[in-house]
C-alpha cells in the first residue's frame, strides 16, 4: 500500500507561482513513477507532468516551460513547481504513483497506469 498527500494548492493570480507537494509513504520502494493530474469541471483529468525512479520527465504540451516536476528521495515527496500560470490551469491537482515499470516514460501517459491516487488539492488562478 502507498498513501500519498498532496498540499500548496491555493488562489494565485495570473503571472504568479505555486508549489505542489506530494508527499509519500507506505510501500514506496514499490513506487517506479510519479505523476502529477489535474482536472478542471467538466473535463477530463489529463496527465500534466511524470517523473520516473531515474529521473527522467516528462510534460504536458500546455505546461512545458513553466512547469516543473522534481523530488526528493529523502524526504519521499515530489514537487511540482508552476511558474507563469494561467486562469486556464485552474484544475485540481493530483498525484498519483505507479508501480509497473514501463520501458519510456510516456507509457505512463493513461490513469489507468497509476496503482494510488492523492485526494488533490485545489489551485486557482484569477486573471
Known amino acids: 500500500q502507498v498513501q500519498l498527500v498532496e498540499s500548496g494548492g491555493g488562489l494565485v493570480q495570473a503571472g504568479g507561482s505555486l508549489r505542489l507537494s506530494c508527499a509519500a509513504s507506505?510501500?514506496?520502494?514499490?513506487?517506479?513513477?510519479m505523476g502529477w493530474y489535474r482536472q478542471a469541471p467538466g473535463k477530463p483529468r489529463e496527465l500534466v507532468a511524470t517523473i520516473t525512479t531515474n529521473l527522467n520527465t516528462d510534460y504536458a504540451d500546455s505546461v512545458k516551460g513553466r512547469f516543473t516536476i522534481s523530488r526528493d528521495n529523502a524526504k519521499s515527496t515530489v514537487y511540482l513547481q508552476m511558474n507563469s500560470l494561467k486562469p486556464e490551469d485552474t484544475a485540481v491537482y493530483y498525484c498519483?504513483?505507479?508501480?509497473?515499470?514501463?520501458?519510456?516514460?510516456?507509457?505512463?501517459?493513461?490513469?489507468?497506469?497509476?496503482?494510488?491516487w492523492g485526494q488533490g488539492t485545489q489551485v486557482t488562478v484569477s486573471s
Open positions: 507506505g510501500n514506496i520502494f514499490s513506487i517506479n513513477a
Open positions: 498519483a504513483a505507479a508501480l509497473q515499470h514501463k520501458p519510456k516514460i510516456r507509457d505512463y501517459g493513461s490513469t489507468g497506469d497509476y496503482n494510488y
